[in-house]
């Protein structure tokens, strides 16, 4: 059965570091993975997503993430961090059917300046 | 850009009421789902729907039911709403067609109370 992994509920970083979220999955199936944000007050709005094709994937606000099979792996990353960008993440997988998609529990990222 | 509006931001019902949640998208997509969210669960999955008077339990459909009578309406119905319903609901909608990469599209969410 498909599943997702996020390590770590809460990251906090200073303005300007690097931004690592982690997400591991797990599928039965090749799977297509995405990142999700969630500002306070809002729905859930897609950073990127990985279904084929390029492992190293670009999304929206200068966020990326690497799908890596052999980890089972696809973490989201960010060179410099704004503190717009203190929100909740949200790493998911389709399920086995592909009707729908499983998400992980989230991630709290703080941003300080 | 696709649009998906829930009908109302905030909700707050007595136990036993049965509650409407009701849900619009504007893109002619055919699948519509119901998520629900909690601190420290991420998004459980309710019911989804992927055609009109077509519906399939998700990971969590106890106490809860659905219907879509228009492609572009997706209603969640809490029979007899429990204290422990009390969460944020999140309604979304996805192109469809079978097995598809397209994400999902989220409206903003409803914030139930049940008291």
């Known amino acids: 059965a498909q599943s997702v992994t996020q390590l770590g509920s809460h990251v906090s970083v200073s303005e300007g570091a690097l931004v690592l979220l982690r997400c591991n999955y797990s599928?039965?199936?090749?799977?297509?993975l995405f990142w999700y944000v969630q500002y306070p007050n809002q729905g859930l709005q897609l950073l990127l997503k990985y279904t084929t094709g390029a492992t190293l994937v670009k999304g929206i606000n200068g966020f990326e993430a690497e799908f890596k099979k052999s980890e089972t792996s696809f973490h989201l990353t960010k060179p410099s961090a704004h503190m717009s960008d203190a929100a909740e993440y949200f790493c998911?997988?389709?399920?086995?059917?592909?009707?729908?998609?499983?998400f992980g529990k989230g991630t709290t990222l703080s941003v300080s300046s | 850009d696709v649009k998906v509006t829930q009908s109302s931001r905030y909700l707050v019902k007595r136990t036993g009421e049965k509650v409407f949640l009701e849900c619009v998208q504007d893109m002619d997509h055919e699948n519509m789902f119901w998520y629900r969210q909690d601190p420290g669960l991420g998004l459980r999955l309710i019911y989804f729907s992927y055609d009109v008077k077509m519906k399939e339990k998700g990971d969590i459909p106890e106490g809860y039911s659905v219907s879509r009578e228009k492609k572009e309406r997706f209603s969640l119905i809490l029979e007899s709403a429990s204290t422990n319903q009390t969460s944020m609901y999140l309604c979304?909608?996805?192109?469809?067609?079978?097995?598809?990469?397209?994400?999902?599209?989220f409206g903003n969410g409803t914030r139930l109370t049940v008291t």
């Open positions: 979304a909608s996805s192109l469809g067609g079978g097995r598809d990469n397209s994400p999902l599209h």
């Open positions: 599928s039965s199936v090749p799977p297509y």
């Open positions: 998911a997988v389709r399920n086995q059917a592909g009707t729908a998609l499983i």
